[in-house]
């Protein structure tokens, strides 16, 4: 079962095992959230060993009854509750699905596999916020003691220690990864990338926090998808791995970077599109630096990102060119009806 398999990054994941592990059958649990977008994974719907299940991760009697249909051997635990700015406004509903479901899940997991750990898995996959903030140098670890400092990274941070809890209290088969900042096709058009893309082409605003000086490690999404798949295979049981792209940029020359390339794909004037740089009061308790070691990844199971951060950002952008209509149906909400329209009367 992979939680939150129609979002951004659980949808990656979704597509690489469903094509990749045709002998696996893949359950994608959803609660189809705003941030929830079954279209991201037309091209799989189909597949013979895809299956796809609405559910709340907090809703013990469902996922309940989905264990017993299913028999699941393997949890990739994605779902989540993932917007910095949406969890300075809400904290609760952070704590609602982050925390509470993440806890929900490992319960039922205790209860199942219960004196049959052997070949379960339970997957956790949590985010470098987790570690706070970074100054000019160094970087996280997997030693690095944690220090949040948003509700979103707090709620992250809980889960992450009920998930090790478990691992030390009842035996249960865990493993975790924090990942950095990722990039790529289908992403939700409220985070940085998609939605400086969008706004480059509509000729709207492009709203940067404070100085635009706050650094972040980029990750393409295609490459995190591939070293999920990569620590489920090969990891050890209660270990942890970082996984970064080695890629910091700041804020500010990632928008100019983004400028730059969008300037050539609409035959802009170089330059013209960086004048719609706007600066905005910087967000609440903004973190400053992020960057991961992702070494041990690395050195014990062989990951390593496949494309240069240039290479990737073109990638996505000429995505975000080429599918229009489905940046039409998440603006618009129309995205909404596609599990009504495509499952509800299966």
């Given amino acids: 079962m992979i939680t939150g398999g129609a979002g951004f990054i659980g949808s990656h994941v979704v597509r690489l095992f469903v094509n990749n592990y045709p002998q696996y059958r893949i359950v994608n649990l959803d609660a189809l959230t705003y941030a929830g977008n079954l279209e991201n994974l037309e091209d799989v719907k189909d597949k013979p060993n895809y299956i796809f299940e609405k559910g709340d991760i907090n809703d013990e009697k469902r996922i309940t009854e989905l264990f017993e249909q299913y028999k699941f051997d393997g949890i990739i635990h994605l779902a989540a509750e993932s917007h910095v700015d949406r969890s300075i406004i809400d904290p609760l509903a952070f704590v609602r699905t982050n925390v509470l479901g993440t ?62 809890a478990y691992h030390h209290t009842y035996g249960l088969p865990v493993i975790m990864s924090n990942c950095s900042n990722n990039y790529g096709s289908h992403h939700f058009p409220e985070k940085l990338i998609p939605l400086m893309i969008n706004n480059i082409k509509n000729n709207k605003p492009l709203p940067v926090y404070g100085k635009g000086e706050n650094v972040r490690d980029w990750l393409y999404v ?28 700041k804020n500010i020359d990632l928008v100019h970077l983004l400028c730059n390339i969008m300037d050539k794909k609409l035959g802009r004037a170089a330059g013209e599109s960086a004048k719609l740089i706007t600066y905005v009061t910087d967000r609440p308790g903004h973190d400053l630096r992020y960057a991961i070691d992702a070494s041990k990844l690395n050195k014990e199971l062989g990951w390593t990102p496949s494309l240069q951060f240039e290479e990737g950002l073109e990638k996505t952008v000429d995505w975000y060119l080429q599918h229009e209509d489905w940046i039409k149906h998440v603006t618009s909400g129309d995205y909404q009806h596609y599990y009504t329209e495509q499952y509800a009367k299966r």
């Fill in 103 to 164: 806890v929900t899940l490992l319960n039922i997991c205790r209860q199942y596999w219960k004196g049959d750990m052997g070949g379960k898995l339970f997957y956790h996959v949590s985010t470098d916020e987790v570690y706070g903030s970074l100054g000019e140098t160094g970087f996280f670890t997997e030693e690095t003691p944690y220090d949040p400092r948003s509700p979103y990274s707090a709620s992250k941070a809980s889960s992450d220690h009920f998930v090790m």
């Fill in 222 to 249: 295609e490459d995190h998808a591939r070293a999920i798949d990569t620590i489920f295979h090969k990891g050890k049981a209660g270990e942890k791995y970082n996984i970064g792209g080695f890629n910091e940029w």
